[in-house]
């Protein structure tokens, strides 16, 4: 069923800086979609670093192409050395580009991701990446702010559900999907070791130190709780249905072409539970007032899209769920908060927070952590 994905293709050559990304390697990589194309110049629009270096091309060419791009966007290391030895240790930068360079291709007629013309990575941590400029293709990037972020939430919940259907049930992933992690982000390993443990809940400690005198209690009990089990609470969050999640669908990794969700930064995809997506954008990326008023629909939104591909998630299920991967919502967001800048500006990372924390109270999941933690 998936020999129609790719394979890695092996590139000595990854630009570790952006004076790399020059009109000859461009020449080289867009050269396998028209050969023969010579670029004659790559000047830089623009660059910035967060999670990963980033930068937007204007491509001259050679001759009339209008089959290719005027404008690309390339991702590659982080420009500050400490994120760089970062990525280079978590891997989720090789990841992202093993993603875009074997699966992306073949959820083309599932869900909108950027077009691919180049993705690689070497064993020493490099990765280089060259995709569509969404920017130039028309889509606008949702914000928790816009008008229409019910319709929007809808669409992004919709489009998950054909996403997790394609690959319900771990038989679909196969041989070829056998590398997919069981959880993101956790370096070479399978992130069940000690010291994985450790290291994800010295984030949240780092939160609950910076924060938690100025937050609520609901904030402090989440916190101690994941920081006491974190290991156990990992294994909790991989009990269920394993299915391909995108693993960080907050509004800032969205876009929308037309009426329709797209997702890009697929650097903490993973094989787990699709309601773990569903919970992460509900709890991070929705205004508290409109997801109270939305978070039923939503999920019988989500059950009924996965009921077209046969697939029966109980509203039992979805429920429980919801309330167990809030949590995760929320660690994402205090670990994002508690490093400042180094991964999404500061501002809009607490603001997540704060909306995480709202979730997880409503919900109850602390009470329901204890109960599973008995």
């Not at 007629?109 to 060259?130: K, L, T």
């Not at 101690?224 to 990794?253: K, M, Q, W």
Request: net charge negative.
């Amino acid at each position: 069923m998936l020999a129609h994905y790719a394979r890695p293709v092996a590139c000595r050559t990854i630009p570790r800086e952006v004076d790399e990304l020059t009109g000859a390697w461009l020449t080289t990589v867009l050269d396998r979609h028209v050969p023969g194309v010579e670029v004659v110049s790559a000047q830089v629009v623009d660059a910035h670093s967060g999670t990963t270096g980033r930068v937007k091309l204007r491509l001259v060419y050679a001759g009339d192409h209008a089959e290719l791009p005027e404008t690309v966007f390339c991702k590659l290391a982080p420009f500050d050395a400490r994120q760089r030895e970062f990525l280079r240790r978590i891997g989720i930068g090789t990841m992202e580009a093993r993603f875009y360079a074997t699966i992306a291709a073949g959820l083309e007629d599932v869900v909108r991701v950027p077009r691919v013309w180049h993705a690689a990575s070497d064993e020493e941590g490099g990765f280089v990446m060259v995709l569509e400029d969404l920017d130039a293709s028309g889509c606008r990037f949702p914000r928790p702010s816009d008008p229409d972020v019910a319709d929007r939430a809808a669409s992004t919940v919709e489009e998950l559900g054909h996403l997790h259907s394609r690959f319900w049930t771990s038989d679909r992933f196969g041989d070829d999907l056998a590398w997919v992690p069981r959880r993101a982000g956790f370096g070479a390993g399978d992130g069940s070791e000690a010291h994985a443990a450790e290291a994800a809940g010295r984030f949240v400690a780092l939160a609950l130190e910076r924060f938690g005198d100025g937050q609520g209690p609901a904030f402090r009990a989440i916190g101690a709780v994941y920081v006491e089990r974190t290991a156990d609470i990992l294994d909790v969050f991989d009990d269920g249905e394993p299915t391909l999640v995108h693993g960080d669908p907050h509004s800032g990794n969205l876009f929308t072409d037309g009426e329709r969700t797209g997702f890009f930064d697929w650097a903490m995809f993973s094989r787990s539970p699709g309601m773990r997506d569903v919970a992460y954008y509900c709890c991070n990326s929705i205004p508290t007032d409109v997801r109270r008023g939305i978070q039923g629909p939503l999920l019988d939104l989500y059950r009924r899209t996965l009921a077209q591909r046969g697939i029966d998630l109980t509203a039992e299920l979805a429920e429980y769920q919801l309330r167990l991967f809030a949590v995760f919502s929320w660690v994402s967001a205090a670990s994002t908060a508690a490093v400042g800048s180094r991964w999404q500006p500061e501002e809009r990372a607490l603001a997540a927070m704060e909306r995480t924390t709202t979730a997880v109270d409503d919900l109850d999941s602390v009470g329901l952590l204890r109960e599973l933690l008995r």
